[in-house]
């Protein structure tokens, strides 16, 4: 059974951090087009950060670049999105998601959110409010 489990959402002050982790379960990620997106109340989902397949590119959308960070730990079989200096308009909840197979997808045409056979975690709450 093919798995993603999100963990490390939660609530915090504007200026604050979090780091969000993306464990796979029955696949491993390292050849995988890896990414995160958000999903806010009454808005679409957005990719914010993404791996491409090998990892050979990385995107991140604009509002986050420079605060985020996507990385990979392939011993771990995870994907990180560490958040810094985080605002109120980061709030959302967060999912993970990987497309694997033959097919090479950048960082940019995955967080495009275009895959239909992509695997997604559960997702997670991020919230920044005072």
């Known amino acids: 059974q093919v798995q993603l489990v999100e963990s490390g959402g939660g609530l915090v002050q504007p200026g604050g951090s979090l780091k969000l982790s993306c464990a796979a379960d029955?696949?491993?990620?390292?050849?995988?087009?890896v990414g995160w997106f958000r999903q806010a109340p009454g808005k679409e989902r957005e990719g914010v950060a993404c791996f491409s397949s090998g990892s050979s590119s990385t995107y991140y959308e604009d509002s986050v670049k420079g605060r985020f960070t996507i990385s990979r730990d392939n011993a771990k079989n995870t994907v990180d999105l560490q958040m810094n200096d985080l605002k109120p308009e980061d709030t959302a909840v967060y999912y993970c998601a990987a497309e694997g197979g033959p097919a090479y997808y950048s960082g940019s045409y995955f967080c495009s959110d275009l895959s239909s056979t992509a695997a997604w975690g559960q997702g997670t709450q991020v919230t920044i409010s005072s």
């Open positions: 029955g696949f491993t990620l390292d050849d995988y087009a």
